[in-house]
């Protein structure tokens, strides 16, 4: 709904949620949002009892990792 609401005219919705608690309950929740996201009744309707979020990969080696550090990398080998 929020990158709807920034003039988005739709959103990605990757893999990732199929490894949240309901996954089919999660993604008619996104459609909905994003079919709705200028009605804010319907938007916290949708929004409650989704189960467990989507769960991320953990890598403690990444912890450290500045991103910045990858800027000015590429160097014209396109």
């Not at 989704?50 to 396109?78: C, P, Y």
């Amino acid at each position: 709904a929020l990158m709807m609401q920034l003039g988005m005219d739709g959103v990605f919705v990757g893999s990732g949620i199929f490894k949240s608690g309901d996954p089919a309950k999660r993604a008619k929740a996104m459609v909905q949002a994003v079919t709705h996201f200028r009605d804010a009744k319907i938007l916290k309707e949708i929004s409650t009892d989704l189960g467990e979020a989507m769960v991320g990969i953990q890598d403690l080696k990444l912890s450290n990792v500045n991103f910045r550090d990858r800027e000015g990398t590429l160097h014209g080998t396109w």
